[in-house]
């Protein structure tokens, strides 16, 4: 038996397929199977996987279109190793992206699914701009109540958590699966990153992210409406809570305060759990962004006075202050690239 297995599930993947499989089949490490769930493609995708004569790859044809996230579990039923490496159809995993997934999880046996950097290229294979995770389970812990602390596209984990104990992915959630698997993996078990970019993600019109913005967001709703109550324990199910909490995904808010009011509840909550946060650069970070997100997407009339508020809270940590002048430094540096966005937004009300 190898010691991983890579799972894609591929939907007319034409043109990039090749180029993905070929950077799975190109890996350092070589003790893989590469388990393709072919979801009806009605392009030559199947041609093109059946086209590479090497015995690691392992094709499923479904009947029937089900979508990627059922696809996805099919695979993981049809895994026979502990680790698992998901893979994207049109992205490209850097030559030792397995390798060191596969040391992390060998010298960190307590970390149950570890992703890595990105980086984002066009259609064309060009670079146009990268992301990077933080790295520890307190501060991935932190950013899932606010976004995906892990890339699905390019994470390594075990199967005997995400599959045999927590059922894989929800079947309901179709372009948010990531982000919904983390919301229960997060309260019992431990995640981390390499901090390396070990990941190509391809950006283009096709790509399910791009084609589906609306459902996805009605994913996010639910998914970040279910966030405080499973990782910090919060029961408050009234609806002008649920409300707010929704206000964590609005990029033109209505009611800033709101907005502000539940970061506020969330990290007093956090800290309570883990006190250690409140010394935590990384976890001050993304709170720090936090605020400024609310000063971003608030039209400007209201941000000085929101400013005010802001600043009282932060004068009650002198390094929360500090770290939140570094980010609001950075964040103008990057608003004359972001004017095109914020100034119909902010000024006139508008989203482009």
Request: aromatic share 10%; proline share 5%; with cysteine.
């Amino acid at each position: 038996m190898p010691d991983v297995t890579v799972l894609m599930t591929v939907y007319n993947g034409l043109p990039y397929l090749s180029a993905a499989i070929e950077s799975i089949l190109g890996q350092t490490f070589c003790d893989f199977e590469f388990l393709i769930v072919n979801d009806c493609s009605t392009d030559h995708s199947r041609d093109v996987i059946l086209g590479y004569n090497d015995p690691r790859i392992r094709l499923i044809d479904n009947t029937e279109n089900i979508n990627q996230t059922r696809s996805l579990n099919r695979g993981l039923e049809a895994t026979r190793t502990e680790l698992v490496a998901r893979m994207d159809a049109d992205d490209i995993s850097h030559p030792h992206r397995l390798e060191k997934q596969f040391k992390y999880l060998s010298y960190q046996p307590d970390i149950v699914a570890v992703g890595t950097n990105l980086r984002f290229i066009d259609t064309r294979g060009k670079v146009i701009g990268d992301y990077k995770f933080p790295e520890d389970d307190l501060t991935l812990r932190w950013m899932q109540l606010f976004d995906c602390p892990v890339s699905c596209g390019a994470v390594m984990f075990k199967r005997s958590v995400i599959w045999d104990r927590l059922g894989g992915f929800e079947p309901s959630i179709r372009y948010s699966q990531d982000w919904e698997l983390w919301s229960r993996v997060i309260p019992e078990y431990r995640i981390g990153n390499v901090p390396e970019m070990l990941v190509d993600v391809r950006q283009h019109p096709g790509a399910s992210s791009s084609a589906a913005s609306v459902p996805m967001l009605e994913e996010q709703k639910k998914i970040i409406r279910e966030n405080p109550k499973r990782i910090l324990g919060i029961t408050d199910d009234s609806i002008e809570w649920l409300d707010k909490v929704e206000s964590l995904l609005e990029k033109r808010l209505r009611h800033p305060e709101d907005r502000l009011s539940v970061i506020e509840t969330l990290f007093e909550r956090f800290c309570e759990l883990h006190p250690e946060a409140k010394n935590s650069s990384a976890v001050i970070k993304i709170l720090a962004k936090q605020y400024i997100e609310v000063l971003y997407y608030t039209q400007i009339p209201r941000q000085i006075l929101l400013l005010k508020r802001i600043w009282t809270s932060l004068s009650q940590s002198p390094r929360l202050s500090s770290i939140f002048l570094y980010e609001l430094g950075s964040a103008v540096r990057l608003v004359p690239t972001r004017l095109r966005y914020w100034i119909p937004r902010n000024l006139f009300g508008v989203d482009i």
